[in-house]
């Protein structure tokens, strides 16, 4: 007799993997959640002998969740349309996910496609180039599992991983080592709670680029910030408006970033990137719906 207790466990012990997955496809967990609880809706939806026909329930999940968020980044550009101001991937805490157990030495790789400096780059590739690099790159799934995701033959989805690959090598080649990142953070930490503009221009890129998501629900710039100065304006602003708020130090995926804490609340988090022992990129997130993986 089927054992539809046994059959439940060994199916839902897949979530945390296929949340995982689906984060690093979509870059918030609500979207990850959602495409989650709609795979395995379409699981129990099959009848007791369609779920018995099939020989591996994980990779039948695996390929449904990732067709699931495929169809979600299609129709992401319309509504990121809509987005009041940037939007930018959750960040989290680089302990936050992982898609099993792994071994330290590849820790650092899984911890970098976490990244918010990762997820943008990602988040500019076709849905394909991001399917194929996510499956193949960080879930090795063999190609041919991945065609049957993406309607593709196996060459062209080896194809688009390349692409996807290049992409993710270029970025990569450019952020400073982990050292470097996080003694340019501290001193950026210590310039900003000193209200030291000078300081923090001098670690500032002249093109730096300020990002700060809201999401209209709580006030963020609605446009980049461009420029060292401005950008250096910007950050010291937010503390004079925000006297009670504290920039606390927090590792995340991106190597050492902050917090912004009032009291015991989390009310924003931002990580920078570092290229040449300069600040070139400011990622602010400060809509609520994208912290609660920060709550004190």
Not at 257 to 270: K, Q
Request: hydrophobic fraction near 50%; charged fraction near 25%.
């Amino acid at each position: 007799m089927h054992d539809l207790s046994v059959e439940m466990a060994d199916v839902m012990a897949e979530r945390r993997r296929l949340i995982a997955l689906a984060y690093r496809l979509l870059g918030t967990l609500e979207e990850a959640e959602d495409a989650v609880q709609e795979t395995y809706l379409r699981w129990y939806r099959l009848s007791a002998d369609e779920r018995a026909g099939i020989d591996n329930p994980q990779g039948w999940l695996t390929r449904v969740a990732s067709r699931v968020c495929l169809d979600v980044l299609k129709s992401a550009r319309a509504r990121r349309e809509q987005y009041v101001g940037p939007w930018l991937p959750e960040p989290l805490p680089s302990d936050a996910l992982a898609a099993g157990p792994v071994d330290p030495a590849d820790r650092v790789t899984l911890d970098d496609t976490i990244s918010t400096a990762l997820l943008v780059v990602l988040d500019a590739m076709t849905p394909a180039e991001r399917v194929a690099f996510v499956l193949h790159d960080v879930f090795a799934l063999p190609f041919p599992d991945i065609a049957t995701v993406v309607g593709r033959t196996p060459a062209a989805v080896r194809q688009l991983a390349t692409a996807a690959r290049r992409k993710v090598a270029a970025h990569r080649e450019t952020i400073a080592p982990v050292e470097q990142h996080d003694a340019v953070v501290r001193a950026f930490s210590a310039a900003v709670s000193g209200g030291d503009l000078g300081a923090l221009t001098a670690l500032l890129d002249p093109s730096v680029v300020l990002r700060s998501d809201g999401g209209g629900v709580v006030s963020a710039a609605i446009n980049p910030v461009a420029g060292a100065d401005k950008v250096a304006r910007f950050m010291l602003g937010v503390m004079v408006k925000r006297p009670e708020w504290e920039l606390v130090e927090r590792p995340t995926a991106d190597g050492l970033g902050f917090v912004w804490r009032s009291g015991d609340a989390v009310m924003g988090v931002i990580n920078v990137k570092v290229v040449a022992g300069l600040v070139t990129d400011v990622w602010m997130v400060v809509n609520p719906g994208k912290l609660s993986t920060w709550t004190a």
